[in-house]
């Protein structure tokens, strides 16, 4: 009767999504709102525990427990590892921390998996000759063949190839075969583990297919203690959904040490790195990419590609320049605006590369203290390069843009304007105007227009009366 008890099984249901857990199942998720996302999943008391073997959590060793004191925590300095590549290193605070494991998100078809094969080449092409290899790739999507492909384009512009003949490449979605063999090998030098990607992981201790939440969450788990045991760093990609959140790995945020999103519209060359969370450095730098096809290279000057015209030329009417805030680095940014004639009973209001709702209410500014009737025109908006601004300090800019498109008049050519817009009409100062203003001078946008110079926003009509 007692093991009969024992081995009782429980029915739940699990949200593919979030995670949430019934024990009925409902059509829609309470906890994120998917329609048709919560699975049954049975599973027996005796299995929870232990399976084949292998514990489902994290074997402690047997040892004493006892409390520290601040002064009895020896400080370890840690060795970061450089990838070669300076602007991943710089989103992730100076390179590669060993034993970290790095949440690694974007959509489908971004350039994650070209991106880290790139970081895989360069570890590399940095080792000694005649040492061992430093990373491991788990092929969980692509076959070896398919990643030789994108290999062999990546390395078509480099004449030596000797270095990277020899990266050791898994085919394998088993996690206890995937740990098995790396704890087996006698690499000592290995530096480096790329899962690509956690969803195709799965061990057959859990029920569920590969890349439900039972699945991604043991399976981040046990890579986790592999990273802490070995001194190895991982990095786990994920993918997200049409909505922008991570598709099952969401759920493992709070276990990973950082969490970077890659970024960008496919249509467009610009490729933008976040970190939205790092317990080794800061998370509010970004690393700008450029998709080319041989690869990601790396943009130190972002200007290029976020201007649709050439800086110092004519600009049309509609077109204004202002200064952005990138984690530390400072972009000069151009917003574009048409305003045209509505024939509509509501005219549109089509906004890209920016907050919608603090566009609209700078539209209702506008039409208040500029006396203009916008309510009878279409108004669109966008940001060049397909960049998006989410900081206040665009404010000024999109107002210029959009009076100028209105009046069908030009800005000035060295003409850049930074300052946040309150409902009043007032220009109020943002954070870093110094630093903003040095960025422009430096390339060449010499009329800045801030605060300073411009305390209300029914100033633009005297601004454009002086051009």
Not at 324 to 337: C, K, Y
Request: charged residues 20%; hydrophobic residues 40%.
């Amino acid at each position: 009767m007692i093991n009969d008890q024992m081995t009782k099984s429980t029915t739940v249901y699990v949200c593919d999504n979030c995670g949430y857990h019934s024990a009925k199942w409902l059509g829609q998720c309470p906890e994120c709102g998917e329609w048709g996302s919560l699975r049954q999943l049975r599973i027996k008391s005796e299995e929870l525990r232990i399976k084949k073997g292998r514990s489902l959590q994290s074997l402690r060793s047997i040892q004493s427990v006892r409390l520290l004191r601040l002064n009895q925590i020896k400080p370890r300095s840690v060795k970061r590892i450089k990838t070669g590549i300076g602007e991943l290193d710089r989103v992730l605070g100076g390179g590669i921390v060993p034993g970290s494991v790095v949440l690694f998100a974007g959509e489908p078809g971004i350039g994650k998996s070209t991106l880290l094969t790139q970081v895989a080449l360069s570890l590399g092409s940095a080792r000694p000759a005649g040492e061992p290899p430093t990373t491991i790739y788990i092929c969980g999507e692509e076959s070896p063949e398919q990643v030789r492909l994108r290999l062999t384009r990546l390395l078509s512009d480099q004449s030596d190839q000797s270095n990277n003949s020899d990266l050791l490449f898994l085919p394998e979605t088993d996690i206890d075969l995937i740990i098995d063999q790396i704890a087996n090998c006698k690499l000592q030098m290995v530096k480096l583990l790329i899962i690509d990607s956690i969803q195709t992981l799965y061990t057959t201790d859990l029920p569920g297919t590969a890349g439900s939440i039972t699945q991604v969450r043991e399976c981040t788990q046990r890579l986790i203690q592999l990273a802490k045991t070995k001194q190895m760093a991982i990095f786990l990609v994920g993918h997200v959904t049409k909505k922008g959140v991570l598709a099952g790995p969401k759920t493992i945020e709070h276990a990973v040490d950082t969490v970077l999103y890659f970024e960008g519209e496919r249509s467009a060359d610009l490729r933008l790195l976040r970190s939205v969370k790092n317990r080794f450095g800061p998370t509010d730098e970004v690393g700008v990419f450029q998709m080319t096809d041989a690869g990601l290279k790396e943009v130190i000057n972002p200007e290029i590609l976020l201007n649709s015209r050439p800086l110092n030329s004519k600009p049309p009417s509609g077109s204004a320049y202002t200064v952005v805030f990138e984690g530390t680095r400072p972009m000069v940014v151009e917003i574009q605006a048409l305003v045209t004639k509505s024939f509509a009973p509501l005219p549109k209001r089509v906004i890209n590369g920016l907050d919608r709702r603090r566009s609209e209410m700078l539209i209702a500014v506008l039409q208040k203290y500029l006396k203009i009737p916008l309510w009878e025109y279409d108004v669109f908006l966008n940001v060049a390069g397909g960049f998006r601004v989410t900081e206040p300090a665009a404010d000024l800019a999109v107002c210029a843009a959009l009076y100028s498109s209105y009046k069908n008049e030009a800005l000035s050519v060295k003409a850049v304007f930074v300052g946040e817009v309150s409902l009043l009409g007032q220009v109020n100062p943002v954070s870093r105007e110094d630093k903003r203003q040095k960025q422009a001078q430096a390339l060449g946008l010499t009329d800045f227009y801030s605060d300073r110079n411009i305390t209300s926003i029914t100033q633009l009509k005297a601004l454009f009366n002086s051009i």
